[in-house]
């Protein structure tokens, strides 16, 4: 089984040192007595389940998978699950960043990334149950009526229920404007929903007493397209007025997915035959209100993969601390062994910092966003919320895309510091690189992220958002650029801004004459934008570790974050030359290839 420590000393360090969140927290009526001692002792007991509690059943559940009954159409899932959900329950973890007015902590978001981050390193399928559930509520929280709210929220607060979101069809994925699922008003005020949809994660199982499904469908006489589309609460139990449990609903499971990876979670096939469903917003509005879900869902995504790259790292460097193969080319380093410790060699080194640094950074990134989502919501300053909103969304499809294409090439260089060993399903590798592989697909593929943040977020509104962040490094820049010590950091960051501002022009005039210059364009786009937020947030890192390095300090892990950040920026960082000039390349090398293509 693999191993797992969870990354208190550096979560520390980002939301103490480099974002300072309580001493903003504290001017936030809500957040106000959230101190650090609290933020310490809440991830401190969260790394534990998850490790205690959670770690023992990834292998299990990826080994038995989830099985459906056919005839009752319930599924069961692996040994183990059930009672790890009744533990989280019982925790009370589910509330923990939920309103007070539902039974919630109240305790800020950031702090809730921090607990997913070590349960998703710890078992992504068994997460994915309480993962989705909390982005239903935040859905309900924001569009439902209030009974809706009344009658849902408290329960999925108190884990007693979970959430899913229905939005796939099987003639459709990203393209919800084609899907058929139909909605059919009833005298009561309630609706029949008739369809099918497909990929569910979390879509049936054993874990809680009911599932709150959020479907997207057609009412009769709603237009053609996204513009057509309603959202509807559709539970597996009806639900009584008093919030007790009626009739099964007409909503089962008709099978489940065979996967790559995943396996623990119920990635389910839903049939809804005459479903009873409930309006959430207006109607024909559905789409807007579904997509609080789907943004907390694409950040959800990335922290999986961020979980999953930090304990392929962890394993990594346990096993390249005792591996013996061959002599370090500049002399033997262990002269008491036959061979050397494979760490010694330098592509191992850059195989293992490559995920170091992808962890860090992608930490960082997830902290900063929950961080920022924090300040949209509870900043005493209008302003101050209308920024962090904009930085919110200009930032989500970076670490849903971002995150996961890091923890693609992550998982595997972690793999390969295994060697043949790595490929064997008892070091527990290759799980992880096969887990990971999905979140580069679901909740939007990462080409539709990168076409959401190239065509949307930045050309959308002419770049203001992007020149919002621009405004950020700038400041960075401004303050230490005169810093030689500095240099190694602020030079390439401020020269890379300086050239994505150029891109991004560029590419505007271009997508004026043909649209179709964007797509050619958007994924390197989106991952040369990645970048420029690592960089932004790692050169903050290194800034807090040579401050703390010259006021004294000889703690080491202020060094090891100089020697991550050094390794980052020289090895990693310059990727982002050739992404420039492929994003450059134009659509006609990409289109006008119907002969190479026959």
């Given at each position: 089984m693999p191993i797992y420590h969870p990354p208190l000393r550096d979560m520390r360090f980002v939301l103490h040192e480099v974002l300072g969140v309580t001493d903003v927290l504290r001017h936030m009526a809500p957040h106000a007595e959230t101190d650090t001692a609290t933020f310490?002792?809440?991830?401190?007991?969260?790394?534990?389940?998850?490790?205690?509690?959670?770690?023992?059943?990834?292998?299990?559940?990826?080994?038995?998978?989830?099985?459906?009954?056919?005839?009752?159409?319930?599924?069961?899932?692996?040994?183990?699950?059930?009672?790890?959900?009744?533990?989280?329950?019982?925790?009370?973890?589910?509330?923990?960043?939920?309103?007070?007015?539902?039974?919630?902590?109240?305790?800020?978001?950031?702090?809730?990334?921090?607990?997913?981050?070590?349960?998703?390193?710890?078992?992504?399928?068994?997460?994915?149950?309480?993962?989705?559930?909390?982005?239903?509520?935040?859905?309900?929280?924001?569009?439902?009526?209030?009974?809706?709210?009344?009658?849902?929220?408290?329960?999925?607060?108190?884990?007693?229920?979970?959430?899913?979101?229905?939005?796939?069809?099987?003639?459709?994925?990203?393209?919800?404007?084609?899907?058929?699922?139909?909605?059919?008003?009833?005298?009561?005020?309630?609706?029949?929903?008739?369809?099918?949809?497909?990929?569910i994660s979390a879509g049936?199982?054993?874990?809680?007493?009911?599932?709150?499904?959020?479907?997207?469908?057609?009412?009769?006489?709603?237009?053609?397209?996204?513009?057509?589309?309603?959202?509807?609460?559709?539970?597996?139990?009806?639900?009584?007025?008093?919030?007790?449990?009626?009739?099964?609903?007409?909503?089962?499971?008709?099978?489940?997915?065979?996967?790559?990876?995943?396996?623990?979670?119920?990635?389910?096939?839903?049939?809804?035959?005459?479903?009873?469903?409930?309006?959430?917003?207006?109607?024909?509005?559905?789409?807007?209100?579904?997509?609080?879900?789907m943004n907390a869902a694409r950040i959800g995504v990335g922290t999986q993969s961020?979980?999953?790259?930090?304990?392929?790292?962890?394993?990594?460097?346990?096993?390249?601390?005792?591996?013996?193969?061959?002599?370090?080319?500049?002399?033997?380093?262990?002269?008491?062994?036959?061979?050397?410790?494979?760490?010694?060699?330098?592509?191992?080194?850059?195989?293992?910092?490559?995920?170091?640094?992808?962890?860090?950074?992608?930490?960082?990134?997830?902290?900063?966003?929950?961080?920022?989502?924090?300040?949209?919501?509870?900043?005493?300053?209008?302003a101050v919320r209308r920024d962090s909103a904009e930085l919110v969304a200009l930032l989500t499809p970076i670490v849903k895309a971002f995150l996961t294409d890091n923890g693609h090439i992550a998982t595997n260089a972690c793999l390969q510091v295994f060697g043949g060993h790595g490929y064997i399903r008892e070091t527990g590798m290759e799980q992880l690189v096969r887990d990971n592989r999905i979140n580069m697909i679901y909740e939007?593929?990462?080409?539709?992220q990168s076409l959401d943040l190239l065509g949307r977020k930045v050309l959308g509104d002419n770049g203001a958002a992007l020149r919002k962040f621009g405004k950020l490094v700038a400041r960075l820049v401004e303050e230490e650029g005169v810093n030689e010590d500095m240099a190694e950091f602020i030079n390439p960051l401020a020269y890379l801004g300086e050239q994505m501002t150029r891109l991004t022009t560029e590419l505007g005039f271009r997508a004026h004459q043909n649209p179709d210059e964007v797509g050619a364009a958007s994924v390197d786009y989106l991952r040369a934008a990645g970048h420029l937020v690592f960089g932004y947030l790692w050169a903050r890192m290194a800034q807090v570790a040579l401050r703390q390095i010259a006021a004294g300090s000889d703690d080491p892990f202020y060094t090891g974050k100089l020697q991550t950040a050094r390794?980052?920026?020289?090895?990693?960082?310059?990727?982002?030359?050739a992404l420039m000039r492929t994003a450059r390349s134009g659509a006609k090398v990409l289109l006008d290839t119907e002969q190479a293509l026959a």
């Open positions: 310490d002792a809440v991830i401190e007991e969260a790394g534990k389940f998850a490790a205690e509690v959670v770690l023992p059943l990834n292998a299990v559940g990826d080994r038995e998978g989830c099985r459906l009954d056919p005839q009752t159409h319930e599924v069961s899932t692996p040994s183990g699950f059930k009672e790890a959900f009744a533990r989280y329950v019982e925790g009370g973890w589910p509330a923990l960043s939920c309103d007070p007015a539902f039974g919630g902590q109240g305790l800020p978001l950031v702090l809730n990334q921090c607990l997913f981050e070590m349960l998703n390193s710890a078992n992504q399928a068994w997460t994915m149950y309480p993962g989705l559930t909390h982005g239903a509520y935040e859905a309900l929280q924001a569009h439902g009526t209030d009974e809706q709210k009344r009658q849902v929220l408290p329960r999925l607060t108190s884990g007693e229920w979970t959430g899913t979101m229905c939005l796939t069809e099987p003639h459709c994925g990203t393209d919800l404007g084609l899907l058929r699922t139909r909605a059919e008003p009833q005298a009561d005020g309630t609706y029949r929903l008739t369809g099918q949809k497909i990929f049936e199982h054993d874990l809680a007493a009911n599932i709150v499904h959020l479907v997207l469908a057609r009412l009769p006489d709603a237009p053609e397209g996204s513009r057509g589309i309603s959202l509807f609460i559709v539970p597996k139990f009806l639900i009584n007025p008093d919030g007790s449990l009626g009739e099964r609903n007409g909503i089962h499971c008709g099978g489940l997915e065979e996967k790559m990876g995943i396996h623990g979670n119920a990635t389910a096939q839903m049939v809804l035959d005459g479903a009873v469903g409930t309006l959430v917003g207006k109607p024909n509005k559905g789409l807007q209100a579904m997509f609080v879900m961020l979980g999953l790259t930090e304990t392929a790292y962890q394993n990594a460097l346990a096993y390249a601390r005792e591996r013996l193969q061959s002599r370090s080319l500049s002399g033997a380093k262990a002269k008491d062994q036959p061979a050397d410790p494979i760490i010694v060699h330098p592509d191992v080194r850059r195989l293992l910092l490559t995920a170091k640094a992808y962890a860090e950074g992608g930490r960082a990134l997830a902290l900063y966003s929950a961080f920022l989502l924090d300040r949209e919501m509870h900043d005493p300053d209008e939007g593929t990462n080409g539709i390794f980052y920026f020289a090895r990693l960082f310059p990727e982002t030359a």
